[in-house]
């Protein structure tokens, strides 16, 4: 059961308890001496408590601060700058840089959109995309596992990322991840190492504002592909 189903039905029991509590305070001025009256108000307390409490929750997942209490350290919401290599024989061949932004569904799941945009090398940003078909993340050590489907221009691919995220001493939530990448399609050659940072809410909001839409290729365009560290920085049996 994933944490968003937990909180709906956690909140219906609780609207439901109170409205059959409040049903059963006033049922001596509204039906009194009255069984059918007393199980008519009920039964409607019921209905009112589960169907009330769904209304609720929905309007309060649309809150980060919500979202944040329900998913706790496995909130990755936002938007994460990766960095992709890929290594021939423990040397370097080649870098991208791109950004992907995580979101949660009132559903339980979370999606990731992967903006459209990927910088390899010194060369202006590309446009891509990718989506994520399933996503897998353990809360207890943050284990992220996305099978995912991919394309530039006419290409398109399927792969899997996994790897792990990681919570600084300082923070409460995620604010780096690395992993590996591998696409299925002939000659895809070696397993493709990931490491990401999430990028600050504030400075996406300011580039929002300043670029509109075309934020994400200005914010690519000033990143170099060297800008996060290419040696693993984390132990991956303490994600904490």
Aim: proline share 2%; charged share 20%.
């Amino acid at each position: 059961m994933n944490e968003s189903t937990k909180f709906r039905i956690g909140l219906a029991a609780l609207l439901t308890t109170l409205c059959v509590a409040i049903s059963y305070e006033i049922k001596g001025l509204i039906f009194p001496d009255n069984a059918l009256g007393i199980s008519l108000s009920v039964a409607l307390s019921l209905l009112f408590g589960t169907f009330g409490a769904e209304q609720i929750a929905s309007k309060l997942f649309r809150i980060q601060k919500v979202r944040q209490l329900i998913f706790r350290r496995a909130w990755i919401e936002g938007c994460w700058l990766i960095r992709t290599s890929r290594y021939i024989d423990s040397t370097e061949e080649s870098v991208s840089v791109s950004i992907s932004q995580f979101e949660y569904d009132y559903d339980g799941s979370f999606s990731i959109r992967h903006f459209g945009y990927y910088k390899e090398g010194n060369i202006s940003p590309t446009e891509t995309y990718s989506r994520s078909i399933a996503i897998v993340l353990r809360e207890s050590d943050l284990l992220y596992v996305n099978y995912l489907g991919a394309g530039v221009e006419d290409v398109q691919i399927t792969g899997v990322a996994t790897g792990y995220f990681f919570v600084d001493r300082a923070g409460k939530f995620p604010s780096s991840y690395e992993g590996k990448l591998v696409y299925f399609f002939p000659n895809a050659g070696n397993t493709l190492r990931q490491i990401g940072k999430k990028i600050d809410e504030e400075q996406v909001r300011q580039l929002i504002d300043r670029y509109g839409d075309g934020w994400k290729e200005s914010y690519l365009s000033s990143v170099p592909c060297n800008c996060l560290d290419e040696n693993p920085t984390h132990d991956v049996n303490n994600s904490s």
